[in-house]
């Protein structure tokens, strides 16, 4: 870790207008610490690794972990997003998505064509927020930036973080039950009513127990680097669609055949069909609203261009869609033997431990595993990498993404998830309006990328305080175009909003504007950004090519990263292409490159 020298060290930030000091004066007694110097020295013991010469400031924007991943790191390949896709395709939340179309009259298979239609669009939505990762190499903290200013992209950063942290809780809540069953086909299915029970309120001591045992064993898979996270995806992609198609074939088996559900029709028609099949489309978009947002933390480690295309344009839609066809199969088949239809698939395992014989407690420990592998594959990748990658932008002197998914956790712990999840009604409409914001912010960035600036960034000025930095916009570093666009993308779903939480009744139309919510706040945010850009041009940061937001042009390019470090020190620059370093003379006054990297 690097540290300031001992001399006095004086740097003048002619960005920001102030002077940064340090003196090794010491008025307290020789030998003696003062109670602020141990606090100095604790929080010196917190700082992260860091780059040499780097003021907090600077670390704001820049730290090893929200810089370009330069080709070491880039280990993704094609074959890693697919079975990135696939084991994310096999958790629980997946085997219910069309338990609620299903349930209100729709027949099985209007459902999974509206959950291909659904993950379709969810894969053009990932993959083209993935492109800024694969060509620029960096993370959603940092690609924001270029939208919502240096420090206006802060607001988005936090609205991701603390939808991260809440569903880490509740998936761990979730996956609680896994461990239940694992632990019941071992000790015995009366196991809970043997353990005293010492808690109150909505979770008992076993299931305490639970989900503790499943919260700490995932720990360890925080601690991995997000480039090498990969290799768990892998497992997961092989073992969990093998529990899930063996759960498939044991349940018809037992049950004697498909059951019933996938033989009835449906029983909407007119109106009241299309806008349950619009809900079933809009179910698959708005359980993705998260991972569509942070695409960009994967898609920066791909080794190619096209790593992350075709591979997750394909897998999205094709996963998905067997995994809800599974669900579906396994539901229709539980109504035959238990007389009613059970569309968590842990109930269904929870019953086949009636018998309790040898096999049943071997098959539901092995099938839970593979769920509980499942859920963690999960939570990895859609909450503590997010999470910890947001983090880092957010407090970056004393957060990586490794502390950032460790704090994540701590937190989804710390909300006791399981009193959300047993109040699923409200808690699971409130969540869902959280994907109004989520789509607002994709809206913006999305609309910035591709309408404004036709896939141009300037890498440097993303990680620059200077004032004349590209992405600036104001003294206060916020591009208040975003803002305007974010607010009109949330306004026109709150009244139907309101209507969903059934505490007042609201217009029709508001209920159907609420119910295509995600495209609302997506579109409507995209377009009033690019008509504010259009009134308001924006000056820094466009190809000079540009001279209109409706000129044609494509200025979108794969970056060499390599020697980004010394880019940002002022000892390379790019090219006029802004594509290939070129070397300068060297600088050898750290307060001068500084200067280059920051202030100028």
Not at 184 to 193: H, K, M, V
Not at 202 to 207: D, L, P, Q, Y
Not at 296 to 303: G, I, V
Request: net charge neutral; charged share 15%.
């Amino acid at each position: 870790m690097a540290t300031k020298k001992s001399e006095d060290i004086e740097v003048v930030s002619e960005s920001f207008g102030e002077v940064e000091s340090s003196s090794n004066t010491n008025d307290s007694p020789k030998g003696e610490e003062t109670f602020f110097q141990k606090l100095d020295r604790w929080f010196k013991w917190l700082e992260v690794e860091r780059g040499e010469n780097l003021t907090t400031k600077e670390l704001f924007l820049y730290n090893e972990d929200l810089k370009p991943v330069e080709a070491e790191r880039r280990t993704w390949s094609w074959f890693n997003f697919v079975f990135f896709w696939i084991a994310d395709s096999f958790n629980i939340n997946t085997f219910q998505i069309a338990a609620t179309s299903v349930s209100n009259g729709l027949s099985w298979w209007v459902v999974w064509i509206s959950v291909w239609v659904g993950y379709g669009i969810v894969g053009v939505f990932v993959t083209q927020a993935s492109r800024v990762g694969t060509y620029y190499h960096i993370s959603f903290p940092v690609s924001c930036r270029a939208s919502f200013g240096i420090f206006g992209a802060l607001w988005p950063i936090f609205n991701r973080v603390v939808m991260a942290c809440v569903w880490y809780g509740v998936q761990s809540a979730i996956a609680a039950q896994t461990v239940n069953l694992m632990l019941r086909s071992i000790f015995g299915n009366d196991l809970e009513e043997r353990i005293p029970n010492k808690l109150s309120g909505n979770i008992t001591s076993f299931g305490m127990l639970c989900f503790f045992i499943f919260w700490f064993l995932s720990l360890p898979a925080i601690y991995m680097k997000p480039h090498k996270v990969r290799h768990l995806f892998t497992i997961k992609a092989y073992i969990c669609p093998a529990c899930g198609i063996a759960f498939l074939v044991w349940t018809i088996l037992k049950a004697g055949g498909i059951g019933p559900v996938v033989h009835q029709k449906s029983s909407l028609t007119g109106s009241a069909f299309g806008w349950e099949f619009i809900n079933s489309v809009m179910n698959c978009i708005a359980n993705f609203a998260t991972l569509i947002v942070n695409a960009p933390d994967f898609s920066r480690m791909a080794k190619t261009k096209n790593s992350a295309i075709w591979s997750q344009l394909i897998t999205i839609p094709l996963s998905f869609s067997v995994t809800c066809l599974i669900g579906v199969l396994i539901s229709s088949a539980s109504t035959v033997m238990y007389g009613e239809t059970f569309w968590n698939p842990l109930d269904v395992l929870s019953r086949f431990l009636d018998g309790y014989s040898r096999g049943d407690r071997a098959g539901v420990f092995l099938i839970s595993f593979g769920f509980a592998i499942a859920q963690l594959g999960t939570n990895i990748s859609a909450n503590s990498i997010s999470a910890g990658t947001d983090m880092t932008a957010i407090l970056p002197k004393y957060l990586n993404i490794r502390r950032g998914g460790f704090i994540c956790a701590c937190v989804g712990y710390a909300i006791c998830p399981w009193s959300l999840v047993s109040s699923s009604s409200m808690f699971t409409t409130y969540l869902s309006a959280y994907a109004v914001f989520l789509s607002s912010i994709s809206g913006v960035v999305f609309s910035d990328y591709y309408l404004v600036r036709r896939g141009f960034l300037h890498l440097p000025d993303l990680y620059s305080g200077k004032r004349s930095g590209a992405y600036a916009y104001s003294k206060i570093y916020c591009n208040y175009r975003a803002y305007i666009a974010y607010i009109c993308g949330i306004v026109p779903n709150i009244t139907g909003f309101v209507g969903a939480t059934k505490t007042h009744v609201v217009p029709l139309a508001a209920t159907r504007v609420y119910q295509l919510s995600y495209f609302v706040g997506f579109l409507a945010a995209a377009l009033v950004y690019f008509l504010c850009c259009w009134l308001f041009p924006i000056k820094s940061g466009i190809p000079e090519e540009i001279e209109s937001v409706f000129q044609k042009g494509w200025y979108e390019q794969y970056k060499n990263v390599e020697n980004f470090d010394e880019v940002m020190h002022g000892t390379a620059e790019y090219n006029d292409d802004n594509d290939v370093e070129i070397e300068t003379e060297d600088i050898d006054s750290s307060s001068e490159k500084k200067k280059r990297f920051f202030f100028i």
